[in-house]
Structures are given as structure tokens and as C-alpha cells.
């Protein structure tokens, strides 16, 4: 029971990340019938809607749209490729630009949650590796339980922003990206990149999900 209650555990926690890569590298091949790159997708797009201040370049740090230096950024497989995956990663991070440029509110939102979020993380990692030895130094009475609901709550504060992005994602993916995408990608080929671009957003719910298991670590760990 306990092994079977692991597995299930590990399903819910691992399978989102490892469809999401899946879909992405199934659409990954190049080519020939796209005219362009998926910077070149992007940098279209970009001029078309009148977007003029947003720049795109090359990263080797994963695929995001930068509001604050107002940049679309590409992995060099999406910068460079001519794949369903390349033209649509780039259009989902062009759906980025559109919400910023528009003043989207709920996007405004989570680029100032991330920020928190990413601190409130790196919080409940020393708080979680510092309890036991602040316990010992200070011998407060209820102290450790004190650092642990801390480092608690900044884990799940992490784990909650995570899944306040979704629907920034899911609109950027749907709303913005997918009537664009029908101007450029082939009928045929519009079924996939509604998977790719459902990927994009689900790289969230991977986030927020490890997140969690990253806390039920640190209190097992803790707990021992």
C-alpha cells in the first residue's frame, strides 16, 4: 500500500514535467515547408502588431519573455529551428509581449510575484536547513516549530504563485499565440501546436508541483 501510495505520488508530481518535454521534443523536427525561424516568427509578429519595443534574442537559460527588459528570449533550438516546436514557443512568448504591451493586469501580477516567489524559496531552504541548529543555540521553547511553519509557509507561498501564473500562461498560449499561429502553421499541423502550447503552460503546474515535493523533502528530512 505504501509503495503503491509512492508511485502515485511520484506520478503526479513527475508526469506533468516529463509530458510537457515529451510534447515539445515530439514536434521538435525540422522543417522545410516553414518559411522561418522561430526568431524570425517572432520578430514578425512582433513588428505586425506594432510591438516596436520589444527586442528578441538567444539564451541558453530556457524560453521566457523579460518585461523588464522588455526582450523575448529563445533556447537556440527555438531561436534557430524551423519546427512546429521553435514557431510555436516563440509565438507563446510573443503572446508574453502582447499582455505586457496591453497593460494585461494578471500579468503585471505575476511578474511581481515571481520575484517574491523566487525569494520566499531561497527563504525556506535556509530557514528549513538552519531550524535545527537555531533550536540547539537558542532552546526556545516551541522555537523549532516556529522556523519550520516559516519555512513552511515561504515553500508554499512558492508552490502557490506557481499556480496563480496559470492562467497567464493559458491566455498567452490561447488567447494570444493560437489565433496567430493559424496565419502561419498549416492546418495539418494546428493540432500539435495547440499540444505545444498547452506544454508551455504546464511547465507551471511542474514548477508548483516540485515546489511541493521540495517541501514534503525538507520535512521528512526534518522529521528524522
Same mark, same amino acid.
Given at each position: #500500500?505504501?509503495?503503491?501510495?509512492?508511485?502515485?505520488?511520484?506520478?503526479?508530481?513527475?508526469?506533468?514535467?516529463?509530458? &510537457?518535454?515529451?510534447?515539445?521534443?515530439?514536434?521538435?523536427?525540422? /522543417?522545410?515547408?516553414?518559411? %522561418?525561424?522561430?526568431?524570425?516568427?517572432?520578430?514578425?509578429?512582433?513588428?505586425?502588431?506594432?510591438?516596436?519595443?520589444?527586442?528578441?534574442?538567444? $539564451?541558453?537559460?530556457?524560453?521566457?519573455?523579460? !518585461?523588464? $527588459?522588455?526582450?523575448?528570449?529563445?533556447?537556440?533550438?527555438?531561436?534557430?529551428?524551423?519546427?512546429?516546436?521553435?514557431?510555436?514557443?516563440?509565438?507563446?512568448?510573443?503572446?508574453? &509581449?502582447?499582455?505586457?504591451?496591453?497593460?494585461?493586469? !494578471?500579468?503585471?501580477?505575476?511578474?511581481?510575484?515571481?520575484?517574491? &516567489?523566487?525569494?520566499?524559496?531561497? #527563504? %525556506?531552504?535556509?530557514? #528549513? @536547513?538552519?531550524?535545527?541548529? +537555531?533550536?540547539? +543555540?537558542?532552546?526556545?521553547?516551541?522555537? +523549532?516549530?516556529?522556523?519550520? %511553519? #516559516?519555512?513552511?509557509?515561504?515553500?508554499?507561498?512558492?508552490?502557490?504563485?506557481?499556480?496563480? $501564473?496559470?492562467?497567464?500562461?493559458?491566455?498567452?498560449?490561447?488567447? /494570444?499565440?493560437? !489565433?496567430?499561429?493559424?496565419?502561419?502553421?498549416?492546418?495539418?499541423? @494546428?493540432?500539435?501546436?495547440?499540444?505545444?502550447?498547452?506544454?508551455?503552460?504546464? $511547465?507551471?503546474?511542474?514548477?508548483?508541483?516540485?515546489? @511541493?515535493?521540495?517541501?514534503?523533502?525538507? +520535512?521528512?528530512?526534518? /522529521?528524522?
Amino acid at each position: #500500500m505504501v509503495v503503491l501510495l509512492i508511485v502515485l505520488l511520484l506520478a503526479v508530481f513527475i508526469l506533468p514535467n516529463v509530458w &510537457a518535454k515529451w510534447v515539445l521534443k515530439r514536434h521538435q523536427r525540422g /522543417r522545410d515547408d516553414y518559411p %522561418g525561424t522561430g526568431a524570425e516568427l517572432a520578430e514578425h509578429l512582433l513588428r505586425r502588431l506594432g510591438v516596436d519595443e520589444v527586442t528578441v534574442e538567444r $539564451t541558453e537559460f530556457g524560453d521566457h519573455y523579460d !518585461p523588464e $527588459t522588455r526582450c523575448v528570449r529563445l533556447s537556440p533550438d527555438h531561436y534557430d529551428g524551423r519546427s512546429l516546436t521553435a514557431v510555436t514557443v516563440a509565438a507563446h512568448e510573443v503572446g508574453h &509581449a502582447i499582455q505586457h504591451h496591453q497593460g494585461y493586469a !494578471p500579468l503585471l501580477a505575476r511578474s511581481r510575484l515571481v520575484g517574491v &516567489a523566487q525569494k520566499a524559496e531561497k #527563504m %525556506g531552504a535556509i530557514l #528549513m @536547513m538552519a531550524a535545527p541548529f +537555531l533550536f540547539l +543555540l537558542t532552546r526556545v521553547p516551541g522555537g +523549532l516549530a516556529l522556523v519550520i %511553519g #516559516m519555512a513552511v509557509i515561504s515553500f508554499g507561498t512558492a508552490a502557490l504563485v506557481h499556480l496563480v $501564473t496559470l492562467p497567464v500562461e493559458f491566455d498567452a498560449s490561447f488567447n /494570444r499565440a493560437l !489565433p496567430l499561429l493559424k496565419d502561419y502553421v498549416p492546418p495539418y499541423d @494546428m493540432a500539435g501546436a495547440r499540444h505545444v502550447l498547452t506544454a508551455c503552460a504546464f $511547465t507551471y503546474v511542474a514548477a508548483s508541483l516540485a515546489s @511541493m515535493l521540495n517541501l514534503g523533502r525538507w +520535512l521528512v528530512i526534518l /522529521r528524522r
